[in-house]
């Protein structure tokens, strides 16, 4: 539900975001077609100049107001107000005019089917088609050619709101689509296929983002002999072990960040700023991955470690988390190193007997990830 809740503010801030220029350029449109009605207007009779001023205030607010918006609320509220601006300027000009009951049906209708497609919700949409044609419409019941046929009025009526409430249906529905193509092209860019976790570029995006105003730890994390595990065992089981491992990994309360850097090297990022409390969060990972098997055999990881403390970069953090990695790699893998010349610290677990870990084929019949019931001291 959090998440249903999330996608569609989502959408509706994206939707702000496109609507937003749109609606100001149409706004600038409708304020030219006023301008130039009021020009046409002012060569036959006088208008009242203290009205037209206070209409174009308002639509010039309107427009400010939308233009400044950092809210769809207030996006909102600037389109109602220039509507409402608008509709009067064109009912202030039909006051001079001879026969303005044609001119209040043709300017109502070219509003709201131009402004439909703008709004993000139907309800507002509606709203400002009924307050514009209300407007437009009042001083026009005295003209008995135009409601002696009141049942074609009100057809023109429903007929026109029917067409911009389609429009308007329609265009959230092509903002919605193409919001959830870009979801998805951005899943695809970001999210490792396999794992579901992040991949290389959104995790060192979001490191990038959050160093070096969040310090911590940075963990780089190889799953040992992953490449016997392929050979012995099939594909599909390597990539069934990815998964369990990268799942395990992810999970872990005091993990904050967790991606596939690429193949079986996993990297993490943790906010405990605490030598020993990263070093029990090492151990830690690392008896739970030895908990799994596949068929007899034990997994394991190797894990090299690197304080981001603020004086390193991101790229020589990476660098060094590298090489305490193979460090551990060549000290007998199943183990953590610290990179800091301080923290050096090699911690090995003990494995099992030799018979129990040893590199055996699996018997016919398939495999299966299982987790040991024996824990590793």
């Known amino acids: 539900m959090r998440r249903l809740l999330a996608r569609d503010a989502d959408f509706q801030h994206q939707s702000f975001l496109e609507l937003r220029p749109i609606a100001v350029y149409l706004q600038i449109l409708g304020i030219l077609a006023w301008l130039a009605s009021l020009l046409f207007s002012h060569r036959y009779r006088q208008i009242d100049n203290l009205n ?5 205030l308002i639509m010039l607010i309107g427009v400010l107001l939308s233009h400044h918006a950092s809210h769809h609320r207030t996006l909102l509220l600037g389109m109602l107000l220039y509507l409402g601006g608008l509709a009067l300027g064109f009912r202030l000009n039909m006051l001079i005019v001879t026969d303005p009951s044609p001119w209040a049906i043709s300017i109502a209708v070219c509003i709201s089917l131009t402004m439909a497609p ?7 949409f509606l709203l400002a088609s009924t ?9 026009t019941q005295g003209d008995p050619r135009l409601w002696a046929q009141d049942s074609w009025v009100i057809l023109l009526i429903v007929t026109s709101t029917t067409s911009g409430l389609m429009l308007n249906i329609l265009f959230r529905r092509l903002r919605l689509r193409d919001f959830t193509v870009r979801c998805e ?5 970001f999210q490792d296929v396999l794992t579901g976790i992040d991949n290389r570029r959104s995790l060192l995006e979001k490191m990038q983002a959050w160093y070096p105003a969040q310090l911590g730890y940075f963990l780089m994390v190889d799953i040992d002999d992953f490449k016997s595990v392929n050979d012995d065992f099939g594909h599909d089981a390597g990539d069934k072990v990815l998964q369990d491992i990268a799942a395990l990994l992810s999970r ?16 993490l990022f943790t906010r405990l700023s605490d030598h020993g409390q990263v070093q029990r969060l090492a151990c830690q990972l690392i008896q739970q991955v030895n908990q799994c098997r ?9 894990i090299g470690i690197v304080s981001m403390d603020g004086r390193i970069g991101l790229s020589a953090a990476l660098r060094e988390a590298d090489r305490a990695l ?37 018997p016919e019949g398939g495999l299966s990830v299982t987790h040991s019931k024996t824990q590793a001291s």
């Open 185 to 189: 092209l951005e899943a695809l860019a």
């Open 118 to 124: 703008v709004f993000h919700h139907t309800p507002a």
């Open 326 to 362: 193979y460090q551990a790699k060549r000290n007998g893998k199943n183990r953590h190193v610290f990179a800091t010349s301080s923290d050096d610290a090699v911690t090995p677990l003990t494995l099992q007997p030799k018979a129990d870990v040893a590199m055996k084929k699996p």
């Open 131 to 139: 307050g514009i044609w209300a407007v437009l419409l009042q001083g």
């Open 294 to 302: 596949i068929q007899h055999r034990q997994l394991s990881i190797s």
């Open 252 to 267: 872990h309360p005091e993990v904050s960040l967790c991606g596939r850097l690429g193949g079986e090297e996993f990297g």
């Open 52 to 56: 037209a001023v206070l209409v174009c």
